[in-house]
């Protein structure tokens, strides 16, 4: 290939990843994926996988495409393995058989065993050409949680908490309002709803008395978690109340009472249980938000993919000390008042 069909080929991947982002907080267990079809160097279609269970990226590409002759002298640019298998929707791969593209080109293959390679072996089999690996560092990017989902049978974890400038994340009683502003409150909410799952342990929940919904943005509320070993905690709570899912793990019982279940886990290895089982539960990504003992039990259990910490430039004098944390800063971000950090493991 020449310099400038590389350059092509990255281009227009870059718009499928663009493009695949969109369906952030809609389409979780499954992967988030854009595609661009291009005949002539012109984008004729484009799509994404916008919410779970309805239409592939590939589908709304191909139906975006107001002349269909062109298909077969086209190229079609897509972030992740083109699927093989029946799941809630037809296989992506055939619906690009039947239209007769030229080219496929490939960010990702596909960790998922149901397609793993079969995808591109039934576009190679019907005399499609085929090129992978175009952007696939970025596209691993956006993909991370599926991809920890599947290849480390755990879901992505993010650690969040907001500590003031001498260190403390809250103050002696527990009292953490407001460390942070309202901008990165704001920024908070955004985050919730990109999320399968929220997490807090037992002091938190009693002390903040948390909804941990989407209430500054607009997006899907994501399943609570509380970790209350003892189940201590009061039925009054805003945890326990409303349509929201709620999954309370403790070591006592295993039971559902409306919109809570109970799971019961083993004192063993607490956190490492609890992760194992919202795996089970098709968790593929959740944010810990405190408070600093449950964070601190996470990192010292090396379960955590990246930290987003707040620095305000407020002081407590003393307090509740903020989780210490070793890793790779990838950004520093400032805000209005606050600074956000982020940690990768």
Not at 106 to 121: H, M, Q, R, S, T
Not at 134 to 151: C, D, M, P, S, Y
Not at 203 to 224: E, F, K, Q
Request: hydrophobic share 40%.
């Amino acid at each position: 290939m020449t310099e400038l069909s590389v350059q092509k080929d990255q281009l227009y991947m870059q718009r499928a990843l663009e493009l695949a982002t969109l369906g952030s907080g809609a389409v979780s267990p499954n992967p988030l994926v854009g595609c661009v079809i291009v005949h002539d160097d012109r984008i004729i279609g484009e799509g994404w996988h916008k919410v779970y269970g309805e239409a592939h990226a590939e589908v709304n590409a191909v139906n975006s495409v107001a002349d269909k002759s062109l298909l077969k002298e086209s190229t079609v640019y897509v972030t992740l393995e083109p699927c093989s298998h029946f799941g809630k929707t037809p296989p992506c791969a055939d619906l690009l058989i039947k239209e007769n593209v030229k080219r496929v080109v490939i960010c990702n293959d596909d960790p998922f065993p149901l397609v793993a390679g079969k995808g591109i072996e039934k576009l190679e089999l019907a005399g499609i050409q085929i090129t992978r690996n175009v952007l696939a560092e970025a596209g691993r990017e956006v993909n991370k949680r599926f991809f920890t989902f599947v290849e480390k049978k755990r879901p992505y974890i993010i650690l969040k908490w907001a500590q003031t400038a001498d260190g403390f994340i809250a103050r002696e009683n527990y009292d953490s309002k407001w460390i942070s502003d309202e901008y990165s409150r704001q920024l908070v909410h955004k985050w919730r709803a990109e999320e399968d799952a929220i997490l807090v342990g037992s002091s938190t929940a009693l002390h903040d008395n948390p909804t941990l919904n989407v209430r500054d943005w607009t997006g899907r509320d994501p399943v609570r978690v509380v970790i209350d070993r003892s189940l201590k905690l009061p039925g009054s709570l805003n945890l326990f109340n409303g349509p929201q899912r709620t999954i309370c793990y403790n070591l006592k019982e295993e039971k559902t009472k409306e919109n809570v279940h109970f799971a019961k886990i083993g004192e063993g290895q607490f956190i490492e249980e609890v992760v194992k089982d919202l795996c089970t539960r098709k968790i593929q990504s959740i944010i810990v938000e405190g408070g600093a003992k449950t964070l601190q039990a996470f990192i010292d259990a090396n379960l955590w993919d990246e930290a987003r910490v707040f620095y305000s430039p407020i002081h407590f004098q003393n307090g509740i000390e903020a989780p210490h944390i070793k890793g790779k800063q990838m950004q520093e971000i400032k805000l209005k008042a606050d600074t956000l950090k982020i940690i990768s493991a």
